[in-house]
């Protein structure tokens, strides 16, 4: 058995079918435009957005995202995940009519039950929404500075990066940075090796959210290589969003091979039809990686958690305790 742990999952887009469904009950909502014979349904990653915006208005009361929280990190932790981040959207649950603050704390008792239940730790990385511009992406950076939640550990931003340019992002980063909280941004996705490079310019984050195209630029490899910057790769999410064709092409082993530091994660796991134990098989599967690579994987995203130091030890305790008893 290998230990799971997970960087980054879009707890909106975490909410599986069956909770989407009961949710639109609970509200008298059709949901047929993004949901069909139980699974969502979108063709491009612009209906793809469109079907997690439709999902996540359904999550309107604090008990909705208590639910929704406890419900995928005790998921999770039954695919033997010890750990688990979510991004959170505090832009989406206003929209759907909460506070940034009911929100959060909504998730955090969700995270607790599961914890409870189940042992798995979480945490929270609050993200800015790239596309609903600048100004939105900083309110969520105050938000996250300011909250003093004990579980929101993280900023980051998601969305399309294709829009706009992300030093129009730097002054949100900034904030979140001086509040000490760890930094993490898409790019390297949609954006090509270019956007990569700008994160890496602009930002300066520890991990990089997909960062898979930066395979492209040999120069770029070896600069992630030397600034120790973490990969959130996400190859479910890859193929079924078309960044590559089929696993042949996804440069996950290439990226291992030149050194970078990798871990594996489901993204918005059943819009694409997978689950962090899914990413683990497919590693193995298509990518021949073997268990103790896998281990290692596991145990860079333990490194690289947004954590305090006590919890990080008993993490790397909890999975070195597991791989011995084998
Ligand atoms: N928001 C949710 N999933 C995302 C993804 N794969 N890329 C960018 N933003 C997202
Ligand atoms: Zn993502």
Redesign the pocket.
């Known amino acids: 058995m290998v230990l799971k742990a997970e960087l980054?999952c879009?707890i909106e887009g975490a909410a599986s079918p069956e909770l989407v469904l009961s949710q639109a009950r609970k509200y008298g909502v059709d949901t047929s435009d993004f949901l069909r014979g139980g699974a969502y349904h979108w063709h491009d990653f612009t209906s793809f957005l469109s079907a997690y915006d439709a999902a996540a208005s359904l999550f309107r009361s604090e008990e909705d995202y208590a639910l929704l929280a406890e419900d995928y990190l005790t998921g999770l932790a039954g695919e033997d995940a010890i750990y688990s981040e979510i991004?959170t959207s505090p832009d989406h649950a206003e929209r759907a009519g909460l506070s940034r603050m009911a929100y959060t704390n909504a998730l955090g008792e969700g995270i607790e039950r599961a914890r409870t239940k189940t042992g798995i730790e979480g945490r929270i990385i609050v993200t800015g929404v790239r596309h609903f511009g600048a100004s939105a992406v900083e309110d969520a950076a105050r938000f996250a500075a300011a909250c003093g939640h004990p579980l929101v550990t993280g900023f980051g931003m998601?969305g399309d990066e294709r829009f706009g340019n992300v030093r129009d992002y730097e002054k949100a980063f900034e904030i979140a940075r001086e509040a000490g909280l760890g930094l993490t941004v898409?790019a390297g996705e949609f954006g090509g090796w270019e956007s990569v490079e700008a994160a890496l310019n602009h930002i300066r984050p520890t991990r990089i959210?997909h960062g898979v195209r930066a395979i492209e630029n040999p120069d770029l490899v070896h600069r992630l290589v030397e600034e120790n910057v973490v990969l959130e790769v996400?190859p479910v999410s890859n193929i079924v969003l078309n960044v590559y064709p089929d696993y042949a092409s996804h440069p996950l082993p290439d990226l291992l091979e030149a050194g970078c530091r990798v871990t594996l994660n489901s993204?918005d796991p059943p819009h694409f039809h997978t689950s962090l134990g899914h990413e683990y098989h497919v590693a193995r599967a298509h990518f021949g990686l073997d268990d103790a690579i896998l281990h290692s994987l596991t145990r860079t995203a333990i490194e690289a958690a947004f954590v305090d130091d006590t919890t990080r030890r008993r993490l790397r305790d909890t999975l070195d305790a597991k791989t011995v008893a084998q």
């Open positions: 980054h879009h991004f998601a898409h959210g996400c993204d």
